[in-house]
């Protein structure tokens, strides 16, 4: 290791060849998952100012800023950018990419150039979904329910094409992080010896490959029935509008475990490394995400518990969706376990771990509330909804993603960041996160139903609250931009393992070189040998 | 292990430098287009549930719609995709003898055999055109004299399910075309016919999708 | 530990006004209970470990545990115990609040953007409004016009998607006099928060005598009878009437007689044809400012005795 250090100072993967072009046609798997990490925080960056003009018109009811089609548009904006373009490519794409084949000691990632063109066609998705913004905008909700999307006068086609075009860049990832897993791994490196972090990618990328293109299909049937009026969700022609639902979900639902997933792989990984031990429960955790995806198939139908599915399926829905709870709380507790007799140090990374388990804890226990069916016909598309998924999209996987982001950062970059600022950013994200989105559990308890432009004066001065809650977890993402950019350009030199982590990553120079080890590792032992 | 990647295998194609041999590159290769694959049937059995569903539903107007389809032409095109299989699996059979010429005639025929394919859909929805038999809300039940009032449904579900897999075609035609191109130009043998093998794979499946069409719309009444 | 939860549900909900109401906040109290005993576990036990095995110097040595079954074996069967009682649980109330009762009284419930009608077997109409007698039971069987709605009473706890092309229905027996909110709680478009109406819960007596007044409406006079379908078919949610102010339609006030630019025409004069013509097919002719095809047509809806009704109360918008 002391001989890879000294390597360090001179050829890397950032300094092996440089100008624009040579990022734009690159193959190397760690720069592309860059690529995706500048082009992921702009699009963070839009859907985080949408969020905050949706906070800012419902500080007090009646019109603020906006009209009501505004609103709807922005929120509309809101969520198509947040699940296509930042929270599924997100982690995956950004952190698998670049450390996916590093962890289990290949030199790239299967199909390099599909890998780049998965960019492509996130960035040309994206472009085409922007496009809307210049021509009729979109107003249908993330979701584009039918018949309304069929009615509305805005551009639903374009951003149909374009999710359809995301949903590609998201299937070509997927097919090729398998391929790696599978295929790739160094010599000694058995499926028991992958880190967890792979094991949930691995768990993701299968159902990319299996939901997405249902989703594929349901958006084509969606545009035909728009261009051409086919009828299959039309019931004018004897159709079904609820038939939409029922695909859509049975892409979404496993789309919401393709965002979640990657950010448990990260947060066992985190806790590993700052408990400085061995995971507790490796198999059941990792058996724990092939379940939760194997699982996540089948519970589609609890989206749809008062669309009019029949009793039977309600109850079989609401059944399934309790046994997705038990391989999450195993994973709670696996890693609170974890911390048992360690040696815990309460870094920034950790803290965003800490973080995590904290807020997925009150987005499990929500979640369950949820499945209850009694319980779920009040609650449906009401703030208690917007408040649980963001408590498991926002409190859980964007908190990976920042803590995976300061774990990883000075082997991505080679340089460290203030550790000052890092803390400073947690603690307006926490305390924000929870001052935005806990009063939105009370009012969803109270009857606010979601997609709301104004509200009754009873939910006045909760929404106010929220928004309050909004400015700060900007004001903590601003503090995180400007630490890593303050640690991109002023940061000392990271060593090649500054937290004492045993997976491969950490074995190989800060940057790491092109391809990845000076030696192509031979792997002994399991990857978190604390002894 | 070796890592060495100037192996002596092919003269134009080099094994990418994360992969340990030709044979390592070839298998991985293959994963990632079957697994390509499983997504292509996916996408297609959403189309399928579709149709079950809605075929269960309204069992006459289906068949009403069966019927008005030529199932001669649809036959026809049956036979024709099966004997572009063949001709596509015996271009793999005689690459893995070194044998390109002929492997070029079979890639050509296969080719030939998918534009026979597209001109015979060609007619068929032109001459539908002809009668108004259009998709869903386009379809004027009284000008065609349809039997059931939502006929355009059936007329819907035809030009998604046939259209769709008409595009697959295409591209399948031009992805052949493309690994034609570089069967003439020397660069496959029996060591390397990666792309070839996963061409073919495609249209197999394309074909085996037809093979699925074929008998839900033209002939199940 | 039982009075926290309780007390906490009921400040924070909105009050009950059904038994099945009050069956879904006990559930869902015990669900509370239940998530904050375990999120102080989890959490609890959290930061005691992160405190008590803090790192204390930079050698620490830390214990090699890579599983117990034992305790895996419980933290998975526990929970799952707990999780299928409470489905059990929520099965059970479920099966009550989707039985429809034989013996109720049947209103039908129409969606449309963005309002909500109602229609009594009587032949009465109401938009926005309905009433039912107490401790009765009712059903409501509903459709939509257009797009997905979803009918919601957050007092009785119910809520189900009003679907065009198919009837959906909703059950509830109203033990507390009083007005509720309904609100629809699936995305429809730009009114979408504003398609609320009351919910008004009357003695048996006093419902009669309203269901009585309200079928009297062929006997009132013209304009009246025109204000009545104005709010029946919640018009007013998208044209104003006591000033100028303009909602997702051009404001009706004073606009008779009076002169309109209309889109790619010469000016018109607002006369009785105008507004016929502008009820009837209302994209003809488009105001300047205002976006094509949001208006419904109201053709085959209305008959020419509603349709003088409605012009008529147009004209005393003064």
């Known amino acids: 290791m002391a001989n890879a250090a000294a390597h360090g100072s001179d050829k890397n993967y950032l300094n092996e060849t440089s100008g624009i072009w040579s990022w734009l046609t690159t193959l190397d798997h760690k720069r592309i998952g860059i690529m995706y990490f500048v082009t992921v925080m702009f699009f963070f960056l839009l859907g985080g100012i949408m969020a905050l003009l949706i906070r800012l018109e419902l500080m007090s009811p009646g019109p603020t800023i906006m009209t009501a089609d505004t609103y709807n548009q922005v929120m509309t904006y809101h969520g198509a950018i947040m699940v296509f373009m930042v929270i599924i490519p997100g982690i995956p794409a950004i952190l698998g990419n670049f450390f996916l084949p590093i962890h289990i000691g290949a030199k790239d990632v299967a199909f390099p150039k599909l890998n780049l063109l998965s960019w492509y066609c996130l960035m040309a998705g994206a472009l085409l979904a922007f496009s809307t913004l210049f021509t009729h905008k979109i107003d249908t909700g993330w979701t584009f329910y039918t018949p309304y999307s069929i009615k509305t006068g805005t551009s639903v086609v374009t951003m149909v094409i374009a999710a359809f075009i995301m949903g590609m860049s998201s299937i070509l990832t997927g097919l090729n992080f398998i391929a790696t897993v599978h295929k790739l791994r160094a010599p000694g490196m058995t499926m028991y010896r992958i880190p967890l972090f792979v094991w949930a990618l691995y768990s993701t990328a299968i159902l990319q490959v299996l939901a997405t293109p249902v989703l594929g299909i349901t958006l084509l049937l969606l545009t035909m029935e728009r261009t051409f009026g086919v009828g299959i969700f039309d019931p004018a022609l004897g159709g079904d509008p609820v038939l939409f639902q029922h695909f859509f979900w049975f892409y979404s639902h496993p789309a919401v475990y393709i965002m979640i997933l990657p950010a448990m792989g990260v947060v066992s990984e985190l806790i590993a490394t700052f408990s400085r031990k061995t995971i507790f429960g490796y198999t059941a955790i990792a058996y724990s995400s092939l379940g939760i995806a194997g699982v996540s198939f089948f519970v589609w139908g609890h989206h749809m518990f008062v669309s009019g599915q029949s009793t039977t399926a309600g109850v079989l829905f609401s059944f399934i969706t309790m046994l997705v709870g038990v391989p999450t709380a195993i994973k709670m507790f696996n890693w609170i376990s974890t911390m048992y007799k360690g040696s815990v140090q309460m870094q920034s990374p950790m803290l965003f771990a800490l973080g995590f388990l904290f807020l997925f804890a009150i987005g499990g226990v929500t979640g369950i509330m949820l499945a209850v069916l009694p319980v779920d016909v009040h609650f449906h598309d009401t703030y208690f909804v917007v408040a649980h998924f963001h408590y498991v999209m926002v409190g859980g996987t964007l908190m990976a993603i920042m ?129 | 292990m070796s890592t060495d990647s100037h192996s002596a295998h092919g003269h134009e194609h080099h094994v990418a430098h994360h992969f340990r041999s030709a044979e390592h590159e070839y298998l991985t290769s293959k994963e990632g287009i079957w697994l390509f694959m499983v997504t292509e049937i996916l996408m297609f059995g959403g189309l399928f549930v579709g149709y079950s569903i809605f075929h269960n539903i309204y069992p006459e107007m289906f068949a009403e719609g069966a019927k008005s389809l030529d199932w001669k032409m649809g036959f026809t095109n049956t036979l024709v995709l099966i004997f572009s299989s063949l001709t596509m699996a015996l271009g793999i059979y005689f690459l893995q003898r070194n044998q390109a010429k002929k492997a070029a005639m079979s890639l050509a025929i296969t080719i030939f055999c998918g534009a026979i394919f597209m001109v015979i859909k060609y007619f068929e929805y032109t001459h539908k055109f002809h009668l108004g038999l259009y998709p869903g809300r386009f379809l004027d039940v009284t000008k065609v004299g349809a039997e059931h009032a939502n006929l355009g449904m059936y007329f819907g579900f035809y030009y998604c399910m046939t259209g769709l897999h008409g595009i697959h075609v295409l591209l399948g035609m031009g992805l052949i075309s493309w690994v034609l191109f570089r069967t003439v130009r020397g660069d496959f043998n029996s060591n390397y016919y990666t792309a070839v093998e996963g061409v073919g794979i495609f249209w197999h499946i394309v074909d085996l999708i037809w093979i699925f069409l074929f008998p839900l719309l033209y002939l199940v009444g | 530990m039982m009075w926290f939860n309780l007390a906490q549900a009921q400040s924070f909900m909105p009050a009950e006004g059904t038994k099945i109401a009050t069956q879904v906040d006990n559930l869902y109290a015990f669900l509370l209970l239940a998530s904050f005993v375990s999120c102080v576990i989890l959490i609890g036990g959290m930061v005691y470990f992160v405190w008590k095995y803090r790192r204390k110097t930079n050698s620490d040595k830390t214990a090699y545990i890579t599983h117990n079954t034992f305790l895996e074996f419980l933290w998975s069967f526990i929970p799952l115990v707990i999780f299928l009682g409470v489905f059990g649980w929520g099965w059970y109330i479920y099966h009550d609040m989707r039985s429809m009762p034989t013996d109720a009284l049947e209103i039908h419930v129409f969606g449309k953007q963005w309002a909500w009608e109602f229609e009594y077997k009587s032949g009465v109409k109401t938009g926005n409004m309905i009433v039912v007698p107490v401790n009765k039971d009712v059903k409501l069987i509903m459709t939509s016009k257009d797009v997905i709605h979803s009918f919601y009473i957050p007092s009785f706890r119910i809520k189900q998607d009003v679907v065009p092309g198919r009837y959906t229905a909703l059950w509830f027996n109203a033990d507390k006099l009083g007005e509720f909110h309904v609100f629809c709680a699936e995305f429809c478009g730009t009114q979408h928060s504003g398609m609320l109406a009351t919910l008004k819960v009357v003695p048996q007596a006093e419902y009669e005598a309203w269901l009585e007044e309200e079928s009297q409406v062929g006997n009132l006079p013209l304009a009246k009878r025109g204000e009545k379908i104005f709010a029946v078919k919640a018009c007013a949610s998208c044209h104003s009437v006591a000033d100028a102010s303009t909602k997702v339609g051009p404001s009706l006030w004073k606009k008779f007689a009076a002169s309109e630019h209309v889109e790619g025409e010469a000016d018109v004069n607002v006369d009785e044809n105008y507004l016929r013509e502008s009820i009837l097919n209302p994209n003809a002719k488009i105001v300047k400012g205002f976006p094509k095809g949001v208006m419904p047509t109201f053709q085959g809806q209305l008959n020419e005795t509603e349709l003088n009704a409605l012009i008529e109360y147009i004209k005393t918008l003064k």
């Open chain 1, 403 to 531: 803590g995976g982001f300061y774990y990883w950062f000075p082997k991505m970059f080679g340089k460290m960041y203030s550790e000052a600022l890092a803390r400073f950013s947690f603690v307006f994200i926490f305390i924000g996160f929870n001052v935005t989105f806990f009063p939105q559990f009370v009012l969803g308890a109270m009857g606010m139903p979601r997609r709301y432009f104004d509200y009754i004066p009873a939910y006045h001065s909760l929404n106010t609250i929220s928004t309050v809650g909004s400015w700060l977890i900007a004001t903590g993402f601003l503090i995180g931009l400007y630490t890593i950019i303050n640690g991109l350009t002023k940061g000392a030199k990271a060593p090649a393992n500054p937290w004492g982590g045993k997976t491969l990553e950490w074995t190989t120079t800060s940057p790491p070189p092109h391809f990845n080890f000076d030696v192509e590792p031979v792997i002994t032992a399991g990857p978190y040998e604390y002894r």
